[in-house]
């Protein structure tokens, strides 16, 4: 009798011994968010409070400054916000309709044993590392954007683009491939009986259709374009000031401003970098929010 | 008749709804009880609460007491994993683990702490025996459980739980999903088994609950309107509910 | 009807553009990496260190030294040397004897620097070889001599140590992911309840997924470098990557923990095996193949990651030895390809190299996806 209740309190012992191994490996993402966020956070917002030991300042100015030039003090991020929204915005602007477009003609319009080889093409370079896709635009588009650019040089805008909507294809063509795919015969059948060509139903049903998908795919397009780094180091010619004015124009991005000076930063410019990140974040959780409340909406219709 | 289980009282609660009003029951050693009724009237709960397999869902509330031997409280009094060792349970589909067949069987006694090899295929052959099986898989027992048909894979599922050497076996539904010549295979052996054990079973189907069982309890809404032996239950019931049910009335 | 034909006809030619388009860009750049690279992929490209190394060496010969020349090469009796004569270099060693006294060579800090085949002679002695001695002009520097000093040059531009750097990455890195993320999807499948917990080791997942690379590394190097003491180290990165490839692991676990069927659990409780002996014994095992492609993908998202690398574990194109002991050690500095190549482009413009560094990255990227794709197809769910 005793020995059974001994044996239920060990295994019950055991039991939360385990339950709690566990809840700690689950617990250790938790952990490393909150230290990520406390660490980036409070290093980089003391700038900006009064009684930093490595000087104050001002707020607005580093958010509409146009200059960063640590040497002089000075700590200007609009610029590079201004590069980072152009340069996201014209890849989505170029990769979201190509990329649709190319997964529409996989899923849709080419003849089977050519979608089947093109889509695991696809997949497979949505692997490769972004340094590559540097490499190649360092040593092919910047050259051949110097050869017409206004600018000294080809490093420029329009080189980050073209970049960035390289590196996003893959990924919005494999998402929308398989949306596409997902969306129900019955609607593709239902739009061909009611005397609608192919492109119509494509266009009127498929892509609606897929819409969820297709959001989805944008939204990771963007959230990988606007986190870009390494790869755009090498193309973006990165000043120390300048709103791009016109594509041709070196640019900055917020993005590799963290990468140039990380490894020598020391004092306020540390600091500094990690107001960059907070900087970064922010515009990251605020177009997520838009494209996931964009997302709820087309959903819904 | 000795009884296996006293069961007193017993009410379930799946949050706010109330699954099983008291009740009150023996179920006896060494006979083939059946449970039957409408669907979804509370059956395979009370047959799960027989081996505490209700422990698995959130939010279940049971109150009352089920005596194992007429004797020990299985909610209060004892290590539930000793319980399932001793109160054994066949699903409705055949669960075969992704193993062979040798090791299927051999999983309760090795999961126990037993690793001799010798004992091990003792206790396999004879829980293959008991389960009639034996002869078909003897010189495959290293062959995937999965590879069996769909009732000899039940029978597996017999044999592995014979292998505890229970002293009782529940069985829910145990040949619905079965084809008609398996299933009378499995209440052949059915009838083998009440000799060494208990047997608990949860049917749809009345001509086999007429079949096979001793004692018959019939379910409904959760309670249980009548208990008896089963020749009296489907010739001379007591309660109008019950013989509504058993001439087709509803259900 | 004619203006639907027309428009039609334009998105269709639309559609074979895009992806034309889409095709063809990929299949440039990887074209434009083989084809840049490929000139210097060979064995010796992948078991070379980075840099060229100097050393002076010393050694002695037992027996009679005789320098003779037969055909292309000069074969030198007594310490079992063969020399060649190579157009860029010189002169180059062709083959060491196995009893050769040069291959225990000390160098002058009392360490053994072995003579190799392919390593590049400058000088002999007091005497200097340049890019245009003959094996004629040598062979006089060897007579009357047993002892010998020679001035070798052990050629570099290889990636030796850049596979060894990676490799040591991987393994670490997997050895701390892999647990912590299959332990945390047990959790999250087996033990929790849907609730505040859960919501919260979600919602820190999502979060973790979706911060750039950039912000990984600087996390990495303030944290495990600078606050840990790691420093730039193979620890460090790896660190650093297991907490980017949290996601990653738990994701591909959590997802093959639901696909083992309700009904095995069942089982496995109903004859008596508690929790555990139920997860070690039934549920890992069914699980095994989406964890291994969770595996896969992180080697995949390893060797690619330079942003959070840079400066967790450096870019020093080294094997990371720990300079006392000569062990390999992950205390150590080293430099992954993918970060190699990006400083053959940032530092030195070498396109060729970064090329040639690229050809190994894809083929092993491709082959794990390949590997990844047979594993999903074989297990197929």
């Known amino acids: 009798m005793d020995v059974e209740i001994k044996l239920t309190k060990k295994r019950a012992f055991s039991e939360k011994l385990f339950h709690a191994l566990f809840l700690s490996a689950g617990l250790f993402a938790v952990i490393c968010v909150t230290a990520i966020i406390i660490l980036i956070f409070t290093r980089g917002s003391r700038p900006f409070m009064p009684g930093n030991e490595y000087g104050t300042y001002h707020f607005f100015n580093f958010l509409t400054g146009t200059f960063w030039r640590p040497a002089f003090g000075e700590y200007g991020v609009g610029y590079m916000i201004i590069a980072s929204l152009f340069a996201t915005f014209g890849a989505m602007l170029l990769g979201v309709p190509i990329g649709i477009l190319t997964a529409v003609f996989i899923a849709e319009v080419a003849p089977s044993w050519l979608a089947k080889i093109m889509q695991p093409t696809v997949e497979l370079l949505a692997a490769i590392p972004s340094v590559l896709y540097g490499v190649f635009g360092f040593a092919v588009i910047v050259p051949m954007i110097n050869n017409f650019t206004p600018n000294p040089t080809g490093y420029s805008l329009m080189a980050v683009i073209l970049v960035l909507t390289i590196m996003v294809l893959p990924s919005i063509v494999a998402i929308s491939v398989t949306s596409l795919r997902a969306v129900p015969t019955h609607y593709k059948e239902g739009s061909l009986a009611l005397g609608a060509s192919h492109i119509q139903t494509i266009f009127k049903v498929l892509i609606p259709g897929a819409k969820s998908g297709i959001l989805t795919a944008v939204v990771l397009g963007v959230g990988r374009a606007i986190g870009e780094t390494m790869a755009v180091i090498l193309v973006a010619g990165n000043p120390e000031s300048g709103v791009p004015t016109s594509i041709f124009d070196p640019v900055r991005l917020l993005t590799t401003n963290i990468v140039l000076e990380q490894g020598y930063a020391t004092g306020l410019q540390a600091q500094m970098l990690f107001a960059t990140v907070i900087v970064l974040f922010t515009f990251i959780l605020a177009i997520n929010l838009t494209l996931s409340k964009i997302r709820k909406k087309a959903v819904r219709i | ?251 | 009807m004619q203006k639907r034909r027309i428009s039609d006809y334009l998105m269709t030619a639309l559609i074979w553009l895009s992806a034309t388009a889409t095709a063809s860009i990929l299949l440039i750049i990887v074209g434009f990496i083989f084809s840049n690279g490929w000139r210097l992929i060979s064995p010796t490209f992948l078991t070379r260190e980075a840099n060229d190394t100097l050393r002076i060496v010393n050694f002695e010969s037992e027996s009679m030294v005789t320098a003779e020349i037969m055909g292309d090469l000069l074969v030198v009796e007594g310490i079992g040397l063969t020399l060649e004569r190579d157009e860029t270099y010189g002169i180059k060693v062709n083959h060491v004897a196995a009893d050769a006294p040069g291959r225990h060579a000390l160098d002058n800090a009392g360490e053994i620097f072995p003579i190799r085949r392919g390593q590049v002679l400058e000088g002999i002695n007091e005497e200097r070889i340049h890019g245009g001695t003959t094996l004629d002009e040598i062979s006089t520097m060897f007579d009357n001599h047993s002892t010998f000093t020679f001035r070798i040059r052990q050629l570099g531009g290889g990636i030796f140590p850049m596979l060894i750097s990676t490799l040591m990455l991987i393994f670490t890195t997997l050895l701390i992911a892999t647990p912590l993320g299959v332990l945390a999807a047990i959790y999250m499948v087996e033990y929790a309840k849907q609730g505040r917990i859960v919501n919260m080791i979600r919602f820190a997942i999502e979060i973790l997924a979706g911060l750039p690379s950039v912000v990984h590394g600087l996390f990495g190097m303030l944290f495990f470098s600078r606050i840990l003491g790691l420093g730039m180290s193979v620890l460090s990165g790896a660190l650093t990557l297991t907490v980017l490839l949290l996601p990653i692991m738990i994701r591909s676990t959590e997802e093959s923990l639901k696909t083992v069927p309700n009904s095995y659990r069942e089982a496995s409780l109903g004859l008596g095996a508690n929790k555990i002996q139920t997860i070690r014994k039934i549920i890992l095992p069914s699980a095994l193949p989406g964890i291994t492609v969770g595996i896969i993908l992180s080697i995949g998202r390893i060797v690619g990651e330079s942003a959070a690398l840079l400066f967790t574990l450096g870019t020093f194109a080294r094997i990371p030895v720990n300079p006392a002991t000569g062990n390999l050690s992950i205390f150590e500095a080293g430099a992954t390809l993918t970060l190699r190549a990006f400083i053959e482009v940032q530092e030195f413009g070498n396109i060729e190299m970064a090329s040639a560094i690229g050809i190994v990255i894809l083929v092993i990227v491709f082959t794990l996806n390949l590997c990844s794709k047979l594993m999903t197809k074989k297990f197929g769910k």
């Not at chain 2, 349970?89 to 702490?113: E, H, L, T, W």
């Not at chain 2, 079965?178 to 009378?184: E, F, M, N, S, V």
């Not at chain 2, 208990?198 to 379910?219: G, N, W, Y």
Request: proline share 4%; charged share 30%.
């Open chain 2, 1 to 251: 008749m000795e009884t296996k289980f006293k069961i007193q009282d017993l009410n379930l609660f799946y949050g706010d709804f109330q699954a099983l009003h008291n009740i009150t029951l023996d179920l006896y050693e060494n006979k083939v009880t059946a449970l039957i009724g409408p669907s979804g009237c509370g059956k395979s709960t009370f047959l799960r609460t027989l081996n505490r397999m209700n422990d698995l869902i959130d939010n279940v509330k049971i109150t009352g007491k089920i005596l194992l031997d007429g004797r020990k409280d299985i909610y209060e009094k004892m290590d539930v994993i000793g319980l399932r060792t001793r109160v054994g349970m066949v699903f409705q589909k055949p669960n075969p683990f992704p193993m062979s067949i040798y090791d299927n069987v051999a999983y309760g006694p090795r999961c126990q702490g037993l690793k001799d090899k010798k004992k091990l295929d003792e206790i396999v052959e004879e829980a293959l025996r008991g389960a009639a099986l034996w002869d078909e898989v003897k010189d495959k027992l290293n062959k995937s459980g999965m590879s069996l048909s769909g009732g000899q894979q039940q029978r597996l599922c017999i044999a592995r739980a014979i292998a505890m050497a229970p002293e009782v076996i529940l069985m829910d539904e145990p040949t619905s999903a079965l084809d008609p010549i398996a299933t009378q295979k499995v209440e052949q052996l059915m009838g083998k088994l009440k000799e060494k054990y208990t047997i608990i079973i949860v049917t749809h189907s009345m001509q086999q609950a007429a079949r096979i069982s001793d004692k018959t309890a019939f379910f409904l809404m959760g309670e249980v309107i009548e208990f008896g032996d089963t020749d009296k239950i489907f010739t001379n019931p007591d309660k109008k509910e019950t013989e509504d049910y058993i001439t087709g009335r509803f259900g």
